[in-house]
Structures are given as structure tokens and as C-alpha cells.
């Protein structure tokens, strides 16, 4: 990397602690932005500090949104009883273009995974927990059919149950190892309404 001058050297190690994005990707991307209008690069910029700067998590469900509540958790219409349990905002969004599910959701932002050392208290269960001291009928456990997925479905079924809520997941539609936000709408509303309880 020392090749380049300090500037794009360091321009490319910092785009490649993104993820997904090795170090020769790093580089294109580097020069691509170096080669683009200097108004464009700063709206780029901008747009970064400016979404770090204002975007932050839902107070009820914990995606992510830019006022103290979502727009779903804002809307009173929403079936406040039903609560569907997502891996991500991505998945939450996913949901909802399907417009099928009127509940509120529960943004976990990840899943079990042990080899990873990601741990229960490493996403937001607590939390979940917490939201069903209030008046709660059904909780929908909605993340992916991957092994983290559904170690993760697993658990949180094994710690509701006891509080007598109703614990579901949804249907197997969902192919094995897929992501939820890959999925067509018309799969994910069948996932939904075949859902099966635990
Ligand atoms: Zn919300």
C-alpha cells in the first residue's frame, strides 16, 4: 500500500475496514472517488457524518431511525400485541414491504453465534425481554433459517415460554441459509401466515 502517497494510502485502509470490502476493492473505490467531482465526494462525506451523527435507535423496537420513535412504532393503527423478532433493520424493511403484517417489530442487530463469541447479551434481548412486561399476545420470531438464526429462535422461544406468551416462528417458506432481506415479498408474507408455534 505504501506505493501510494500518504493521502490514498490512508483513504484505502480506511475503506477497507468496511465490511465486505478487501483491500483491493478498497483500492478501486478509492480511486474511483479521487477521480469524481469534488462536490460529489463532498456530499458522500456529508451524508456519512451526517447519518452517524442523527441516526439513532428506535426507543421501543431499536431500528434504526432518525426521531425518538419509528415510523412504525409511531403509527398508533399498529397492533402493539404482536411483536415479529428481526435479525435487522434490513429484515424489518423487508417485512414490511410485503404490507402484511400490521404488529411492531424487535430489532435483535444479530444473532447468536458462539464461534463468533457473539453471545446472548451481545444483542438486544434484554431489551425484547423487557417489552414483554407490557400487555404482549404473540411474539413472532421471525430471524434467518441460518444455523445463528435459528440458534438464536431457539433460545428466546426457551425464554418466553414460561411467561405463558405465545411464542411463534415463521415458516419454513424461507429457504435454508437464506436472508431474510433477499426474499421475495410474496415468500415472506407465506412464511408469515404459515407461521408455526413453538
Ligand atoms: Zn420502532
Known amino acids: 500500500m505504501d506505493m501510494y502517497s500518504g493521502y490514498i494510502g490512508r483513504l484505502i485502509s480506511e475503506l477497507s475496514v468496511l465490511p465486505g470490502i478487501g483491500n483491493k476493492t478498497a483500492q478501486r473505490l478509492a480511486f474511483h472517488i ?57 429484515d424489518m424493511t423487508a417485512y414490511e414491504k410485503t404490507h402484511k403484517y400490521e404488529g411492531v417489530y424487535h430489532v435483535l442487530h444479530g444473532a447468536i453465534n458462539p464461534s463468533l463469541g457473539i453471545g446472548p447479551s451481545d444483542i438486544r434481548l434484554a431489551e425484547l425481554i423487557k417489552r414483554l412486561q407490557s400487555d404482549v399476545d404473540e411474539v413472532i420470531i421471525a430471524t434467518n433459517s441460518s444455523i445463528e438464526g435459528e440458534t438464536t429462535a431457539m433460545y428466546i422461544s426457551k425464554l418466553i415460554k414460561p411467561t405463558g406468551i405465545k411464542v411463534t416462528r415463521i415458516a419454513s417458506g424461507v429457504p435454508v441459509g437464506g436472508e431474510l432481506e433477499y ?14 408455534e413453538l
Open 34 to 90: 479521487i477521480n469524481m467531482p469534488a462536490e460529489q465526494v463532498e456530499k458522500l462525506a456529508g451524508a456519512m457524518t451526517e447519518a452517524k451523527e442523527h441516526i439513532r435507535y428506535c426507543s421501543e423496537c431499536f431500528t434504526l431511525t432518525d426521531r425518538e420513535k419509528c415510523p412504525v412504532c409511531s403509527n398508533p393503527a399498529r397492533n402493539r400485541k404482536q411483536i415479529m423478532v428481526v435479525e435487522s433493520p434490513r
Open 183 to 196: 426474499i421475495d415479498e410474496i415468500t415472506l408474507s407465506r412464511a408469515l401466515d404459515a407461521r408455526v
